[in-house]
T-cell receptor, first 116, second 108 residues
């Protein structure tokens, strides 16, 4: 299996621009997670889906952030408009139901976002 | 609220054994997970304790005691490649909580 695939790997944008991060989970996994990691705040769960349905989005910072999962093999995290404080590494992870779902997660390589 | 506490840093010598603790102030969770993250890399899953007791996977073992609100990750025969950050995590109801991570430094 190719593992979790994220794109782009690096994104540099200017404040106010829209940013879209993409994720392809491991085939057959029922759960998909979006995380943000910074030195100051550590690893933060933003939102997660089970069978394409959002379960917990309490970690989404504000209305500028939105996430969708239109099908089992694709998800997006969108920031509009972006701000410098959104600069971070964004990870997507997926997990199998058989492995506990939310307890066994496989992370993608991450997208390093820099907002100028 | 719910939180996980880990030491921020631990230092050990190559070949030795080190224990990384994780304590929590929540109850009713679904077990304890551990992840490893090297600098510049992504977290990778190490182990999951669904029940109290010790789980062993090669050089790594993980322990959970719900009554003591305590768990730990044990790394044996330390190698330089084990230098990384280690995170504990729990699922509580529909919430997933990660600790702040423990940075493991290994001396030759």
């Amino acid at each position: 299996d190719a593992g979790v695939i994220q794109s782009p790997r690096h994104e540099v944008t200017e404040m106010g621009q829209e940013v879209t991060l993409r994720c392809k989970p491991i085939s057959g996994h029922d759960y998909l997670f979006w995380y943000r990691q910074t030195m100051m705040r550590g690893l933060e769960l933003l939102i997660y889906f089970n069978n394409n349905v959002p379960i917990d989005d309490s970690g989404m910072p504000e209305d500028r952030f939105s996430a969708k999962m239109p099908n089992a093999s694709f998800s997006t995290l969108k920031i509009q408009p972006s701000e410098p404080r959104d600069s971070a590494v964004y990870f997507c992870a997926s997990g199998p139901l058989a492995g506990g779902g939310t307890d066994t997660q496989y992370f993608g390589p991450g997208t390093r976002l820099t907002v100028l | 609220g719910q939180s996980l506490e880990q030491p921020s840093e631990v230092t050990a010598v190559e070949g030795a054994i080190v224990q990384i603790n994780c304590t929590y102030q929540t109850s009713g969770f679904y077990g304890l997970s551990w992840y490893q993250q090297h600098d510049g890399g992504a977290p990778t899953f190490l182990s999951y304790n669904a029940l109290d007791g010790l789980e062993e996977t090669g050089r790594f073992s993980s322990f959970l005691s719900r009554s003591d609100s305590y768990g730990y990750l044990l790394l044996q025969e330390l190698q330089m490649k084990d230098s990384a950050s280690y995170f504990c995590a729990v699922r509580w109801d529909d919430k997933i909580i990660f600790g702040k991570g423990t940075r493991l430094h290994i001396l030759p």
